[in-house]
């Protein structure tokens, strides 16, 4: 992992420069969502997300008022109690877990697991979805996930931009 950080912030401008070469050449939707779909899915099976846990550690844990509902429900809460004690926004105004490392981890593990927000259990796939309005999270994702870090190398390596 340290050395996955490593590269991946020696790579860090090229990888910002990709990105942008995307945005400009319009790259498909369908096409992007479908190899980066494809990668994740070859990937992650050689990566045990429970001896890295970056994610749950580095980003922000999206809420929907359904992961808040069944968040509280399983810390016996009230959502309004909840709402006050665990959740805030983030730089881009989404509702999030109010602190990183989210709180609910506990030795690279999460303690409500069962209960998980949508946000983590489709992690890293769900940047793969309408993945061409996420291109600038994608990249900031390229930092704290080994799955997205050799997705996007990978990428970079199949994908010649002009």
Do not use: Q
Request: hydrophobic share 40%; glycine share 2%.
């Amino acid at each position: 992992m340290r050395r996955i950080r490593r590269l991946a912030r020696a790579n860090e401008t090229e990888v910002d420069e990709f990105i942008e070469r995307l945005k400009g050449e319009r790259v498909s939707k369908r096409r992007l969502d479908s190899a980066l779909k494809a990668l994740f899915r070859e990937i992650m099976p050689f990566f045990d997300c429970t001896k890295c846990a970056a994610c749950c550690k580095e980003a922000y844990v999206v809420l929907e008022t359904h992961d808040i509902a069944r968040l509280a429900e399983a810390l016996d809460m009230k959502r309004s109690v909840f709402r006050e004690s665990y959740v805030g926004r983030n730089e881009d105004r989404d509702i999030c877990l109010n602190r990183r490392p989210c709180p609910f981890l506990k030795r690279n593990l999460c303690t409500l697991y069962p209960w998980r927000p949508d946000s983590c259990r489709e992690y890293p796939f769900s940047l793969a979805v309408d993945s061409t309005e996420k291109l600038d999270n994608l990249g900031a994702n390229y930092l704290v996930c080994p799955v997205v870090f050799h997705a996007l190398e990978r990428l970079r390596a199949e994908w010649p931009l002009r």
